[in-house]
């Protein structure tokens, strides 16, 4: 049984917050309607939607990202509700004036597990001092620190028409590796094998021993590199990061298309086809995730 490292939490939170975005005056629901997605309706109502979601595909645990900045709470309540099942990360702007107060709340009382930064969205530099102060709160309180590098696209953003105003530049692999040897005892998640900067993303783990690397996402970045395929991805991120510190994910999101079993089928016909072994392809699966976010409670 798998675990997922890698799926988004979409909460009538993120709905409210792209409602906003949009200025249309629509409720969440109505957003929904459009998108031709299910209502989320409540916390607790979509985190029972995942777990019957990752019962019907045998999947063990799954980490849920809260998928705008300021909805920690939602995640925190569907960690509650099932947390033997359910791991929290959530998304912070750096910049806003509240990032390191909502940190600090959200990895103690919350019991979350995960911040997640996103440079190229919020505009705010890994080395901006901003930043670092995320980071030391996360670091403060054992927790983990997810760091989307190269391409990012959000598909939800491209159906409503919002603009995606995103500086690439801003996430870099090399950056992250700067961070991760401020907090060695700190482990840093670089998703998607680095969208597209995977050279970048290999010297980053190569270079810091608490860098690790998730697999999720159809992986559409490899056709940057001509002539990879995913099989080879992963033989070559295996030979630089090891495989304790390679994390499988599917990053699936929204309902009714539910848990991505086509993207864990790819990946472990990709696993097979680069010769992993059984002891590491269950580190990949699971075992990885089991150790840096913790075992069932």
């Not at 909460?11 to 792209?18: A, I, K, V, Y």
Request: aromatic share 8%.
């Amino acid at each position: 049984m798998p675990n997922d490292a890698h799926t988004h939490f979409f909460s009538s939170r993120f709905f409210d917050t792209l409602s906003q975005q949009r200025g249309r005056g629509e409720s969440a629901s109505d957003l929904c309607g459009a998108l031709g997605w299910d209502d989320p309706v409540s916390p607790e109502a979509l985190a029972d939607r995942w777990v019957q979601e990752l019962d019907r595909h045998g999947v063990s645990r799954t980490a849920l990202i809260a998928s705008v900045p300021g909805d920690e709470q939602s995640v925190a309540q569907a960690v509650a509700r099932h947390p033997a099942r359910l791991v929290g990360f959530f998304m912070v702007n750096p910049g806003a004036d509240d990032a390191v107060a909502r940190t600090r709340t959200a990895l103690g009382e919350g019991a979350l597990r995960a911040v997640c930064l996103f440079p190229a969205m919020h505009h705010v530099p890994l080395d901006d001092p901003r930043t670092k102060s995320v980071v030391q709160e996360a670091a403060d309180r054992g927790a983990c620190v997810f760091v989307h590098c190269g391409a990012l696209s959000i598909g939800v953003r491209k159906k409503l028409g919002l603009p995606s105003p995103f500086d690439l530049r801003l996430g870099d692999p090399l950056a992250v590796a700067r961070l991760a040897a401020q907090f060695p005892a700190t482990p840093f998640i670089v998703p998607h094998f680095g969208a597209g900067l995977f050279r970048e993303a290999l010297m980053a783990a190569d270079l810091c021993a608490n860098v690790h690397l998730d697999t999720s996402s159809s992986n559409g970045w490899i056709r940057y590199h001509p002539g990879l395929t995913l099989a080879s991805a992963f033989r070559t991120a295996l030979a630089v990061a090891g495989p304790t510190r390679l994390l499988f994910g599917t990053d699936s999101s929204f309902f009714p298309r539910g848990w991505q079993k086509p993207i864990f089928d790819q990946q472990l016909a990709a696993l097979g086809e680069a010769g992993v072994s059984d002891a590491d392809r269950a580190l990949v699966l699971g075992g990885n995730f089991d150790r840096l976010l913790g075992g069932r409670e």
